[in-house]
């Protein structure tokens, strides 16, 4: 399974949950930024790598929709409403990741850390 995680600028919301969900055996985890000055930019190519492509906010979905709307046309797209309020692998963000992406991704339910 290859999630694609969104953000602004790549810097600590998606880069945290790349690392997170990356860990997790049988799961293969990207992320990118919808900035101009994103560290990884999202590309027409991340997008048709990703199976499901999660983004922070509404406002990324948006953006995706915009910039890309050919390379999303067949994809899902999944809002996780996780605000630019936390540090890279902040705790509670980490902790809203898990409650948040398993919902969309039911396969991840188990993989839950105890």
Known sequence: MRLLFVCARNRLRSPTAEAVFGAVPGV???SAGVA???DNPVTPELL??????LVMEPVHR???TK???AALRSKRVVCLDIPDEF????PEMIRLLWERVP????A???AKPA
């Open 36 to 38: 101009p000055d994103a």
């Open 103 to 106: 919902r969309h991704v039911p």
């Open 87 to 90: 540090l890279h692998m902040d």
């Open 48 to 53: 048709a790598w990703a199976d499901v492509v």
């Open 62 to 64: 948006a953006k995706l």
């Open 28 to 30: 293969e985890a990207e």
């Open 67 to 69: 910039a890309f709307p």
């Open 108 to 110: 991840l339910a188990s």
